[in-house]
């Protein structure tokens, strides 16, 4: 029965994201119910969770453990880390029996930074939480990635994730909506005093691995990256919810991709102090010699906010490449920018083939952009002639309301943006001036009548494809940053 009201529930929600007016009614009901959970959940700043009555938690394995079977205390005070490690070890020994699961009931379960095993199930029951320590001397320190050269704040080791694994395989973290708290608060204030000598580490960091599934957990509070798939293969994270105050929590993007493929994001809330998601694939010289692509990537029905950064993002690290990539059913409430691209000269690379479907802005400053001037490098030894390609990008069913500048496409001559494609479009404005539609060199096409008027770089076709009027001036620029 559970489980057919969660399958009526997540249609009802593929529904209503297939429809673009209705969500604005349902954006405040979801804004509303955020703040009351919130407020719930915290009281003068301290974590003060209920304790509802405990259902039995369901077994995906052959085998399953209950976290305090290993001596942990979840009240929040005693740390946990020698348990989750035995606990860890003993699933290690049962790989070629199908694995075990690993339980956490409701509690407080205060821990260092720890390592998970092939073929495991982390299960976090409702009104559980695994609570990072805030003490960064006890945060494990590790070699920098190899797509980055080094750590990506400070030059040498960076710290790693709260929870961490590498090269595994059949790996499930899922639960009945626990937490994975990072306690993100010390960490941000130290980053800000410039007193950390290390670069953050992410909340929960996967690493060459493959068949990883994340779902049905909340992830709140990370001290860097929230959830960094890297160099991993068939990844599902679903049903999951991503929160960081949104201002003055740096860094905090929520799903970072990175040199990934054959991944799906879907049916997920965040709201983050940096980009709601951001698909990577490493950093000037050393993402093109480390050269693995993120590609094969599907996201879909989410909803993002980022009043710092943008709901979505491509790069700006993709000197590996980004390809095939679809990104629907979206809407992208109350932030700076909506969804957006951005690289610069010395990343080398390429973003193709990249398709925007069924897309509503609600109260964005931005909508869509692509820049291709975001000038920051790990050192003097990238190549400044390594451009990258930006190319093959379709945007189609974009709809909102209260938009400053629906589109800024911001291609130069060394960066042309080429074979752009937009079809229905009608943005709701809210700054009346006559270059809200922004671009700089840019070749492509608009199909059909969309709003407001397209920039003149691009050919207007009617709504069967046949041309009505080439553009003339694709080299042109009318970006306006003022706005």
């Not at 379709?394 to 629906?406: A, E, L, Y």
Request: with cysteine.
């Amino acid at each position: 029965m559970f489980h057919q009201q969660r399958v009526e529930l997540r249609r009802w929600v593929v529904s209503i994201l297939s429809n673009h007016k209705t969500l604005f009614t349902v954006l405040w009901i979801v804004g509303f119910a955020s703040i009351f959970i919130w407020q719930r959940n915290n009281v003068d700043g301290v974590l003060n969770f209920r304790r509802a009555p405990g259902r039995p938690m369901p077994r995906f394995r052959p085998v399953a453990f209950n976290i305090s079977d290993f001596g942990a205390v979840g009240d929040g005070v005693t740390d946990n880390t020698a348990a989750f490690e035995k606990a860890i070890a003993t699933i290690a020994k049962l790989g070629k029996k199908g694995g075990a699961q690993l339980n956490v009931p409701p509690g407080v379960w205060l821990t260092c930074p720890f390592n998970l095993t092939s073929h495991m199930t982390l299960y976090l029951a409702e009104e559980a939480v695994i609570l990072g320590v805030d003490d960064e001397k006890k945060w494990t320190l590790m070699p920098p990635l190899p797509s980055y050269g080094y750590g990506r704040e400070h030059p040498g080791p960076r710290y790693g994730s709260l929870i961490h694994g590498q090269n595994l395989r059949d790996v499930v973290i899922t639960g009945n909506n626990g937490t994975i708290d990072g306690q993100g608060q010390t960490w941000w204030k130290k980053y800000k005093r410039k007193v950390l000598n290390n670069t953050r580490g992410p909340l929960v960091q996967i690493m060459w691995s493959s068949d990883i599934v994340i779902s049905d957990i909340t992830l709140r509070n990370s001290p860097f990256w929230t959830l960094h798939p890297y160099d991993c293969k068939n990844v599902t994270i679903r049903n999951v919810t991503i929160l960081a105050p949104i201002f003055e929590a740096p860094n905090t993007d929520g799903i970072d991709p990175d040199s990934c493929e054959d991944m799906v994001i879907e049916d997920c809330y965040i709201s983050v102090g940096d980009d709601g998601i951001a698909i990577k694939s490493g950093w000037d010289q050393y993402g093109t010699a480390y050269a693995r692509p993120s590609k094969n990537i599907l996201i879909r029905n989410l909803v993002v906010r980022s009043m710092v950064s943008a709901g979505i993002s491509i790069g700006s690290e993709m000197s590996g490449g980004v390809s095939n990539v679809t990104i629907e059913n979206v809407l992208v409430w109350n932030s700076r920018r909506a969804v957006r691209i951005k690289t610069a000269p010395g990343r080398g690379g390429y973003v193709r083939q990249i398709t925007y479907r069924n897309l509503t802005f609600d109260q964005v400053r931005v909508g869509i952009v692509i820049k291709t001037d975001y000038n920051e490098h790990p050192d003097e030894g990238y190549d400044p002639k390594a451009l990258p390609i930006i190319e093959d990008i379709s945007f189609t069913s974009i709809h909102g309301q209260g938009v400053r500048v629906p589109v800024r496409i911001h291609g130069s001559e060394e960066i042309p943006i080429k074979n752009i494609t937009f079809r229905d479009m009608s943005v709701g404005i809210s700054y009346k001036k006559k270059r809200i539609f922004q671009c700089a060199y840019v070749h492509g096409r608009v199909i059909g009548t969309i709003f407001p008027a397209p920039c003149e770089n691009l050919d207007l076709y009617d709504e069967i494809g046949k041309l009505v009027r080439p553009s003339s001036s694709q080299n042109i620029t009318d970006i306006d940053y003022t706005i």
